[in-house]
């Protein structure tokens, strides 16, 4: 049985990812991306003044076929943020499911936050839609596919900044 700490434990991501992928069958360990010129910018206006999105790794909701679901390929997704999805399907990825759940969207995507943060003024607008991208292997697949294509739902909406909240 777990017992309750008086402390953080710690979780290496790294290490269960690198698990899981091998898991799944993977020979080869998993390679964190990297890069010598980080391609993020600094905000060009106040964050009060911007429009902000989310991105997410969940899968867009499931049929109640659960099994089923769990075979359906992850594919790229955009979806409005209004109405505020109430679950998205997260079965399909890893994490430490004894820590944390996701039956609360907003534990790991805070889209009823990010309205009313723009409700209040905190920021400019959140984007009208939100955007899902799959948990994947493949470095080239999430650059040459993923990615660009992200961007341009990104830039077709507005954005001036994105928050990634990745399971």
Known sequence: MDQLRTHRSFISYIDRSREYYAAQGYTKPYEWPHYDNVPFTPLKKPLAQCRVGLITTAGKPKPADQLAAMFSPRALYAQPVNPAPEH?????????????????????????????????????????SFYGVPTDYSQSRTLERYAPQILEWCREDGLDAIVLSAL
């Open 88 to 128: 998205l399907f997260t079965d399909d990825l890893f994490w430490d499911k004894k820590a944390t759940h996701t039956k609360d969207v907003d534990s790991f995507m805070p889209v009823n936050r990010m309205g009313e943060y723009a409700a209040s003024g905190r920021i400019g607008s959140i984007s009208p």
